[in-house]
T-cell receptor, first 111, second 114 residues
Framework: GESVGLHLPTLSVQEGDNSIINCAYS??????FIWYKQESGKGPQFIID?????DKRQGQRVTVLLNKTVKHLSLQIAATQPGDSAVYFC??????????FGKGTMLLVSP | KAGVTQTPRYLIKTRGQQVTLSCSPI?????VSWYQQTPGQGLQFLFE???????NKGNFPGRFSGRQFSNSRSEMNVSTLELGDSALYLC?????????????FGPGTRLLVL
């Protein structure tokens, strides 16, 4: 099947900086995308989602941008905190509940 | 509302043995999906159950199987364990498993095969 991938395996930022995590997808028919955060020893935690009829969606300190023209998705985290350190996955939701995950980006936040 | 729970959290088995993992979804959720997470392959979909029926299956050998009970709790079984089955097995639940429903994950069961 087609895959969802991430550009950067590790992103290191300073506390207070804004972080941007990128994701490329290959299935042009994809119409729903989710970002998950996974901390060490825990399962993925839902952060934010976006449907293909939108190009931007905002949450608390997070914004997801979708560019369907270039099949690119990004997660922006404002004022990054040490507690944001985790692995971030983008995922495409396919038929029924099949999620296709990218490989993940590790975000490291230094105080 | 309690989250998705998985038992056991950790498990050590030897090659050739079989293992059963359990997942209790969020109350009211009827769809349960299972995923395998490894450093090399990342998160991969195993199967999804809804109303006690397997509705979708990933690309895994027949040694991996599952079932769902009438209370939506689910189990997955791996027979004839191989070293490569060592992984974090994650369960996720959603209301009905629709294509745009949020899936909520449990903490996972970490399986080590020796």
């Amino acid at each position: 099947g087609e895959s969802v991938g991430l550009h950067l395996p590790t992103l290191s930022v300073q506390e207070g900086d804004n972080s941007i995590i990128n994701c490329a997808y290959s299935n042009s028919a994809s119409d729903y995308f989710i970002w998950y955060k996974q901390e060490s020893g825990k399962g993925p935690q839902f952060i934010i989602d976006i449907r293909s009829n939108m190009d931007k969606r905002q949450g608390q300190r997070v914004t997801v941008l979708l560019n369907k023209t270039v099949k690119h998705l990004s997660l922006q985290i404002a004022a990054t905190q040490p507690g944001d350190s985790a692995v971030y996955f983008c995922a495409e939701s396919g038929r029924y509940s099949t999620l296709t995950f990218g490989k993940g980006t590790m975000l490291l936040v230094s105080p | 509302k309690a989250g998705v729970t998985q038992t056991p959290r950790y498990l050590i088995k030897t090659r050739g043995q079989q293992v059963t993992l359990s997942c209790s979804p969020i109350s009211g959720h009827r769809s349960v999906s299972w995923y395998q997470q490894t450093p090399g392959q990342g998160l991969q979909f195993l199967f999804e159950y809804f109303s006690e029926t397997q509705r979708n299956k990933g690309n895994f050998p027949g040694r991996f199987s599952g079932r769902q009970f009438s209370n939506s709790r689910s189990e997955m079984n791996v027979s004839t364990l191989e070293l490569g089955d060592s992984a974090l097995y994650l369960c996720a639940s959603s209301l009905s498993g629709g294509p745009r429903e949020t899936q909520y994950f449990g903490p996972g069961t970490r399986l080590l095969v020796l």
